[in-house]
């Protein structure tokens, strides 16, 4: 069962396989095979359901990418880049080869990594399951059909989930690795069934090759307005970057992965991937309706297997349920997976302190510290004596996936800042009213509220107080949203305790950015919290 053949075979990559190869097949026949081949199964009203085992997210620990000529002065080696040295990755290619060519099917997808025709990568998924080519053919952008005759690509990902890899020989940690060669332009995923391995390769395989042509590749959601005007939010997962960029009225670019060029926000994905876990018809309808679509692929949500109903609020098989479908399921999703150059820039946290304001105006320098910061708050854990939250600093909201150092990043987003003028916000969706478990989340609607009046440009007219802490601008009153949460200090009871937390989440931000201080210029380190006197 083939189509759409590459005139540039496996041969020509030096990839010998007796298996039977299924090129760039799509929806229909990739759901087909996974049924048949025992994969998934169908749920009650389409989507494909199917368990990832024991991975049932990102291995980070087991990500390297070798350390050659290519990446030695390029990477910024460390706790996010590991490395791998070139004699382990040959034998790891060489294994990976060798259990290539026991597969009996093989399931190759000739792919684009990016919407914008002169900034995409030409990328080939080569994949052992059926559902894990549906994955990657829905999450990239996918050719028009004369465009894979001789389709030649710049890059490969080989994905094995039953290859088992052999830390003594391969350089790793466990049997589980994911290994980037820039050099030779190849990917190697083994061990690990779960489908955002092969996604998030290709955003850390963009954020390598763009920034170099002056291109900000970005972890972030981002759509458009009816007059044309973009907005990009930056997020860690769980601050509602894919729920708030989801607006009924405005058009939707994208909800995770996009480049900010000369000339446009473009998606670097032709699908969306939303956690699923709790999901409901009231809050999130737009992603709610894709788990009743044909087409949509569900990771280890929970289904009754007589009857095929979905229960998304059981995370007995993993917190981090999750569902993949192209973004065309979303109604209001933009044709071309482009809009032009933002005028908004919105970074997203869950402070679960409750110290943060719902809101906050950023200049260019303090957008770039807080960039450089990706900061979110984890709420108190399950451990035994656990009761405070946990700060998270993940820099460029993104930092897993960042190959270079986060200087060029935030550089080139400060360069793209000035020279649009665009308005920069920082928006809590965590904690008001106290910290986690004392106060209570953030209303949505309060959220939304605030963001349409950043956005529109209406806020940007009000009377803002500056905060004692971080120095940012945060709003006196906003139409439509109570004005006490406005100011968090006063939703405490406690205002001492309040006071305290506060100190204590300066002082993290403060020992955080320690290491990114000799980076940046000095309007920017003077952007820095300090206690209030």
């Given at each position: 069962m083939s189509e759409r053949i590459s005139s540039h075979g496996l041969d020509s990559q030096g990839f010998v396989s007796g298996a039977m190869l299924h090129w760039n097949l799509t929806t229909a026949p990739l759901v087909e095979l996974a049924i048949r081949r025992g994969e998934g199964l169908l749920a009650k009203d389409g989507p494909l359901v199917v368990k990832t085992g024991r991975h049932t997210g990102r291995s980070a620990q087991d990500k390297f990418t070798v350390r050659d000529a290519e990446t030695e002065n390029t990477v910024w080696w460390g706790k996010s880049n590991k490395a791998m040295t070139p004699d382990a990755f040959a034998n790891l290619k060489a294994d990976f080869l060798v259990h290539l060519g026991t597969k009996q099917d093989l399931f190759i997808q000739d792919l684009f990594g990016g919407s914008q025709p002169e900034h995409r990568v030409k990328v080939r998924v080569i994949n052992e399951y059926s559902w894990h080519s549906l994955f990657i053919r829905t999450m990239l952008v996918r050719p028009e059909t004369d465009e894979l005759a001789n389709f030649v690509p710049e890059y490969t990902i080989i994905d094995l989930p039953t290859f088992r890899a052999d830390p003594a020989r391969h350089g790793c940690l466990g049997e589980t690795v994911i290994a980037v060669n820039f050099t030779e332009k190849l990917i190697l995923i083994g061990g690990t069934e779960y489908g955002g391995e092969m996604k998030k390769s290709v955003f850390s395989l963009l954020n390598y090759l763009l920034p170099p042509q002056g291109?900000?590749?970005?972890?972030?959601?981002?759509?458009?307005?009816?007059?044309?005007?973009?907005?990009?939010?930056?997020?860690?997962?769980?601050?509602?970057?894919?729920?708030?960029?989801?607006?009924?009225?405005?058009?939707?670019?994208?909800?995770?992965?996009?480049?900010?060029?000369?000339?446009?926000?473009f998606n670097f994905e032709g699908g969306c991937y939303a956690k699923m876990i709790r999901l409901s018809a009231e809050s999130e309808p737009e992603i709610f309706a894709t788990t009743t679509r044909f087409g949509t692929v569900l990771e280890n949500v929970v289904m009754d297997e007589t009857d095929r109903t979905?229960?998304?609020?059981?995370?007995?098989?993993?917190?981090?349920?999750?569902?993949?479908?192209?973004?065309?399921?979303?109604?209001?999703a933009s044709e071309r997976n482009m809009g032009p150059v933002p005028k908004n820039l919105i970074m997203l946290t869950a402070d679960a302190f409750g110290v943060l304001p719902p809101i906050a105006r950023l200049t260019p320098d303090q957008a770039m510290y807080h960039?450089?910061?990706?900061?979110?708050?984890?709420?108190?854990?399950?451990?035994?004596?656990?009761?405070?939250?946990e700060a998270t600093f993940s820099t460029c909201f993104g930092a897993p996936f960042m190959p270079r150092h986060p200087s060029v990043y935030g550089n080139l987003l400060k360069q793209r800042i000035a020279e649009g003028r665009v308005d920069c916000?920082?928006?809590?969706?965590?904690?008001?009213?106290?910290?986690?478990?004392?106060?209570?989340?953030?209303?949505?609607?309060?959220?939304?509220?605030l963001l349409n009046a950043a956005i529109d440009g209406?806020?940007?007219?009000?009377?803002?107080?500056?905060?004692?802490?971080?120095?940012?601008e945060v709003p006196v009153s906003v139409a439509g949203v109570d004005p006490a949460i406005l100011d968090p200090r006063q939703t405490w009871t406690d205002k001492d305790e309040y006071d305290r937390t506060a100190a204590k989440l300066v002082q993290l931000f403060v020992e955080n950015f320690a290491e990114f201080e000799s980076h940046v210029d000095d309007g920017v380190r003077q952007a820095a919290p300090r206690v209030a006197a």
């Open positions: 291109i900000m590749p970005m972890h972030c959601s981002a759509n458009i307005g009816p007059n044309g005007d973009t907005a990009i939010f930056f997020g860690l997962s769980g601050t509602g970057k894919t729920t708030l960029s989801a607006d009924k009225s405005r058009t939707l670019i994208g909800d995770d992965e996009h480049g900010w060029s000369d000339t446009a926000v979905l229960d998304l609020d059981d995370a007995t098989l993993a917190e981090n349920s999750r569902g993949v479908y192209p973004i065309d399921f979303i109604p209001n960039f450089l910061s990706g900061y979110t708050a984890k709420v108190a854990g399950t451990e035994i004596g656990v009761t405070e939250p916000w920082l928006v809590n969706t965590g904690w008001t009213g106290g910290k986690y478990g004392v106060g209570h989340r953030m209303p949505i609607k309060a959220t939304r509220a209406s806020l940007k007219a009000g009377q803002f107080r500056r905060d004692p802490n971080f120095g940012f």
